[in-house]
């Protein structure tokens, strides 16, 4: 049919027709729609199928076909519409009504309007009345009540009476509710009767159930026409409580199916746990026809129950979030086996406990219970189905209500664990948003030669760790990074195709890092995928590299040190490092000292009287203290005994708990004896040894000083060794101090008196300063040297060498006058040379007779022979005869008095008794007195010649000088008085010498 | 007199020496420049009555040691009475007393013609503190 066709038709049809687009627009409507309906097209075409005719059309029953019906069931047939029209009145119109779509969108909706309005009136005037209504009331299969519009009966047919078993007697005149003891007080038939009825003219096919006390639960289908001409009211009642009991059975297994199904999917399409249960508690009650469903959370009697979800038809008292424990007995004394059927709630006992008509009571006149025992123990989750009117529940509604109890308490625990995982989800997800850790997913390749990975998926910590960019996310790591260690696409080609976890850590050179990572297979194995979960350990492995080293360097330190470095477990004692020195010093190897009880092995190398100081000091570090003390073993090789020091502290852990012992062993043994032999050697030294701080305040003064001084070495401190001084000599002292500060040195010498006699002794001073290690002097050193000796030889030593000068240049003067005088009595220089030779000889010979003097005291008796001696070996033996006691003769007179001899000897031998070979000389002394009564050398000089010579010639020129010196020259040296005499048998010489010094001038 | 030494004349000198050929040897080489010769003495005392005998001294010549004595008490007498005088002695210059230290001194053996000049400059040199001598 072409569109001219369907207009064509449409024109013609008597039956109204109109077309409406999908929005319910009138598109057309054909002639006898006009004319039927009294409205023009132009009020009509476009406009809105309610909005015509001033919203006449705007019917309850219209919508209900167009919105509801026929979208769902794409047409409708002989719908019947009671309605009073603004300007036609009252119609009764039956529509059909069929959905024409295109492309499956709604395109047309054709309405069919049959008007039978006139036919039903025509109907009525017909046939008489009463009679009409007495036929139709008795033909009726169904039981009729006639009312008269006061709802009283005016008659009822045998149906009636049968089915409710009633009689007429009691039902005729009566009020329709006060039928059968009230039973007919039925809320929906007074609703029926005096709100629809006055309004409608007629109601249909109402379905009323009721609970009769005879004959109890009935459903009804009510009919009810008001004919207002004869002012009855037409009330049909058909039991359908069979039939629909019978159908419902039949019909049961696929409706329960079909709603099963439907709440299924309902359940599924809800994620919140209590809009799921709302949602299914709506379709339970829509398709058990319930007034109220919901779900209550019991935790026993007395606690109030907690209501979690419900639905309920409009104009129910509102439902309370809480059910009071007057109510709650219906629930918990449910049977935990099944359902509770409750028809007649006012029938079910009142808690004992209460009084109170309890909302659950005002709000439902029935109900099904069916409670699950499930979740914590002590609580009751139940369903509650209720009705607002009592209602005999069907097994089959029991049973569905309890099944739809099961899969309500499933779908809301399968979403509250959906739930419960979405929110871990979530909270995984934002996890590896926020952690520190870096995290990936890889794709591994195994396409090419050797495998490949690129990044699918990574959170943020995971480009901080490694340093790439977000663009590396996609792209083939062996592309996007070609310097990429090869160990990386091993390692997880190797987790990818095995699925074993791999944990290791690796150094990237490419990236230069360490990661420490965790690689394991992420997802199916096909999907060749791998989650790696890392840490950058750059830092860690850069401490552990600076750990290893600085723990290299200190057991090198501690192998090459030569003090033992050791550490001991503070609670068993055990040694857990021991530095090689040990084995030098305590001559054991390591490894034997370091197993058994090595601390009591320990100390029993200690010696016995040094042993228990040193377990008190070890146990006193063991609670916290830093000691430091000394002892001595003996090593067991060669019994050698060492000194020893420790300097011992404690360990602590991170929570300042003592977890080890530490400690340095210094050999002291060498130390120790050089400290002793610095002491003998301190303490032996004739020194006085002192040690002083600046400015010569004492601190320490040695037993010499102690011994010499008499000061004791407390009130020598300080300044005090200033009363030991010469108290000449202490400003000087105190000034030299001064001086000392500057120059770095102290040097003086200053008199210290001696307390064993009182006498001061000369010193000399020295002390150097001890430096630390800035330089800085800390103390001085010192010592006091006796050097009175020293200085008095000095002394005697000056004046020798003023003595010898003096000698020396007298002699020199002496020999000058000798040689003027040799020269004076010579005749020429051989006879001059003779003489000078000779005399200078003996000149030599008293000087070396004086060099001797201080050893052997020079005699007359030794001076004489050594003349005679000088004079040759012949002219002595037998013919000198030298007698006289040892006189000893002081060395002022010797020069002199030998030059005179000598001049005497020579003269002998020469010219005298000596000369001639029976010549004899006699040299006689004695000690004897000067006229003032002083000791004096006499000595008496005689030659004696056997032939007489004539003086003249036995005078010889030579003997003057010899002469000037016996009569001159002694008396004026020495004060001598002499005689010389010469005669015909020779010399005879007399001296006397005064033996002791002349008396000084006073 | 020598030839191209100073003139001794009209001096009296002291000459005081230990030694009987030295002291001789001096009295006999000043009295040949004509000078007036007391002496020679070898002892403390005798030197002392000269001095205290002759008042016209002009000079004199100390030996500093006479045997067991040493002449410093001359020396004293001497520079009371403002006459000037000589050392002769073997001593070194640093042995002699810081007062006499001005004094001159001969080395001996002595060098007889610079005796003779300083003599003659001292016996004719007029020292304010020296009394009047006799003329």
């Known amino acids: ?1002 | 007199l020598t030839p191209g030494l100073e003139d001794l004349s009209g001096c009296t000198i002291l000459i005081v020496e230990d030694d009987y050929f030295i002291a001789d040897d001096m009295a006999q080489a000043f009295r040949q420049q004509g000078a007036r010769i007391l002496g020679p003495v070898g002892r403390v005392d005798a030197a002392l009555s000269i001095i205290a005998a002759e008042p016209s001294l002009d000079a004199a010549v100390l030996d500093l040691n006479l045997g067991s004595t040493m002449s410093y008490p001359i020396a004293d007498e001497l520079r009371r009475r403002g006459v000037p005088f000589v050392f002769s002695t073997g001593y070194d210059a640093s042995v002699i007393p810081p007062e006499y230290r001005s004094v001159p001194r001969f080395e001996k053996p002595v060098n007889i013609p610079d005796a003779v000049r300083t003599l003659a400059r001292l016996a004719t040199s007029e020292p304010e503190h020296r009394p009047p001598s006799v003329p």
């Open chain 1, 1 to 1002: 049919l072409n569109g001219e066709h369907a207009e064509a038709i449409l024109s013609t049809v008597r039956q109204p027709l109109v077309v409406l687009d999908g929005a319910l627009s009138v598109l057309t409507a054909n002639r006898a729609f006009y004319s039927t309906f009294d409205v023009h097209p132009d009020e009509t075409e476009g406009h809105r199928i309610y909005d015509l005719g001033n919203g006449q059309w705007n019917i309850a029953a219209l919508r209900t076909l167009l919105e509801d019906i026929l979208p769902r069931d794409g047409e409708v047939v002989d719908y019947r519409v009671d309605h009073v029209f603004e300007r036609i009145g009252h119609r009764i119109m039956i529509l059909n009504a069929r959905r024409m779509q295109r492309d499956g969108q709604v395109d047309r909706i054709l309405v069919a309007i049959d008007d039978v309005t006139e036919r039903e009136r025509a109907l009525w005037e017909v046939e008489g009345l009463k009679e009409f209504a007495q036929k139709i009331v008795d033909a009726s299969r169904d039981a009729v009540l006639v009312l008269g519009w006061d709802l009283r009966v005016k008659t009822a047919n045998d149906k009636f009476y049968r089915s409710f078993r009633v009689s007429p007697e009691e039902t005729e005149g009566r009020l329709v509710y006060e039928l059968g003891n009230g039973q007919w007080d039925i809320p929906q038939l007074r609703e029926l009767l005096e709100e629809i009825l006055p309004r409608d003219y007629a109601f249909d096919d109402f379905v009323v159930e009721h609970r009769f006390e005879q004959i109890g639960q009935r459903t009804m289908i009510l009919n009810a026409r008001r004919i207002d001409h004869i002012q009855f009211i037409l009330l049909a009642i058909e039991d359908v409580t069979a039939a629909r009991r019978a159908a419902a059975d039949m019909k049961e297994p696929a409706a329960r199916a079909a709603f099963l199904l439907r709440l299924s999917d309902g359940l599924r399409f809800e994620r919140d746990p209590d809009a799921m249960a709302a949602r299914a508690l709506g379709m339970l009650r829509q398709h058990l026809d319930l007034d109220r469903a919901y779900v209550v959370n019991v935790r026993g009697a007395e606690v109030p129950g907690e209501v979690l979800a419900h639905s309920s038809v409009a104009g129910l008292p509102p439902m309370p979030s809480r059910l009071l424990p007057a109510d709650l007995h219906l629930l918990v004394d449910a049977q935990p086996a099944g359902p509770r059927v409750i028809p007649d709630i006012r029938k079910v006992p009142h808690h004992p406990n209460t009084r109170r008509k309890t909302q659950a009571r005002h709000a439902l006149g029935a109900a099904i219970v069916a409670p699950l025992h499930r979740g914590t123990e002590g609580t009751t989750w139940a369903l509650v189905a209720g009705a607002r009117h009592p209602r005999d529940w069907t097994d089959a509604e029991a049973s569905l209500v309890a099944e739809t109890a099961e899969r309500i308490w499933t779908a809301i625990e399968r979403a509250r664990a959906d739930s419960a995982r979405r929110a871990s989800e979530e909270r995984y997800g934002a996890l590896f948003e926020t952690i520190d850790q870096g995290f990936c997913i890889v794709e591994v390749s195994h396409r090419g030669p050797r495998p490949d990975y690129r990044v699918v998926e990574a959170n943020p910590a995971f480009f901080v760790k490694t340093g790439f960019n977000a663009d590396i996310v996609g792209r083939w790591m062996r592309e996007a990074i070609p310097e990429l260690e090869e160990h990386w696409y091993e390692i997880y080609g190797r987790v990818s195709t095995t699925g074993r976890p791999a944990r290791f850590e690796q150094g990237s050179a490419a990236l230069q890092r360490w990661f420490d990572v965790y690689a394991f297979r992420f997802g199916a194995p096909q999907e060749q995928r791998v989650a790696i979960l890392f840490n950058d350990i750059s830092e860690r492995k850069r401490q552990e590299d600076a750990l290893r080293e600085s723990e290299e360097r200190f057991r090198r330190f501690g192998d090459a040190s030569s003090d033992v470095l050791w550490i001991r477990d503070a609670r068993t004692m055990k040694w857990q490092y021991l530095t090689r020195a040990y084995e030098e010093i305590y001559g054991t190897a390591r490894d034997r000292a370091i197993s058994g009880d090595d601390y009591r092995d320990w100390l029993n190398l200690i010696m016995p009287e040094d042993r228990d100081a040193v377990d008190s000091a070890v146990q006193r570090v063991r609670t916290g203290d830093h000691v430091t003390f000394e002892y001595r073993v003996k090593r067991p090789l060669d019994g050698e005994i060492r000194w020893l020091r420790n300097s011992d502290f404690p360990i602590t852990d991170e929570q300042g708990r003592i977890t080890h012992i530490g400690g340095i062993g210094h050999d002291l043994t060498e130390l120790r004896e050089t400290e002793l032999r610095l002491k003998t050697l301190m303490e032996g030294i004739p020194q006085l040894v002192w040690r002083s701080r600046a400015n010569g305040l004492w601190t320490w003064a040695s037993p010499q000083w102690v011994a010499f001084t008499g000061l004791d070495s407390e009130r020598s401190t300080g300044l005090g060794w200033l009363d030991a001084l010469h108290p000449d000599d202490r400003a000087s002292a105190v000034h030299f101090w001064e001086q000392a500060g500057q120059s770095g040195r102290l040097e003086m010498e200053a008199r210290i008196r001696r307390a064993s006699d009182g006498e001061y002794y000369w010193f000399q001073w020295r002390a150097t300063p001890v430096r630390n290690a800035e330089g800085q002097i800390t103390e001085w050193l010192g010592t006091s040297t006796d050097v009175n000796e020293m200085r008095k030889m000095q002394e005697r030593q000056q004046v020798l060498v003023a003595e010898l000068q003096h000698r020396t240049r007298n002699l020199i003067a002496v020999v000058r006058s000798v040689a003027q005088q040799t020269m004076n009595s010579s005749e020429d220089l051989h006879g001059f040379w003779q003489d000078f030779r000779h005399r200078l000889a003996a000149l030599s010979r008293v000087q070396s007779l004086l060099s001797q003097a201080s050893d052997t005291q020079i005699t007359i008796g030794s001076l004489l022979q050594s003349e005679f001696e000088a004079l040759g070996p012949e002219s002595v033996p037998g013919r000198i005869e030298t007698r006289g006691p040892e006189v000893a003769l002081r060395n002022s007179m010797v020069q002199t008095l030998a030059l005179a001899l000598h001049e005497l000897a020579t003269n002998a031998r020469k010219y005298g008794a000596l000369s001639e070979p029976d010549g004899r000389l006699e040299v006689l002394w004695d000690i004897g007195a000067d006229t003032r009564g002083n000791s004096v050398l006499i000595l008496n000089w005689t030659e004696s010649l056997q032939i007489a010579r004539s003086s003249a010639g036995g005078v010889p020129r030579h003997g003057g000088y010899g002469r000037e010196l016996i009569e001159r020259a002694l008396p004026y040296s020495l004060g001598a008085e002499t005689s010389y005499e010469l005669s015909d048998t020779g010399v005879k010489c007399r001296v006397s010498l005064p033996l002791k010094e002349r008396e000084p001038h006073h």
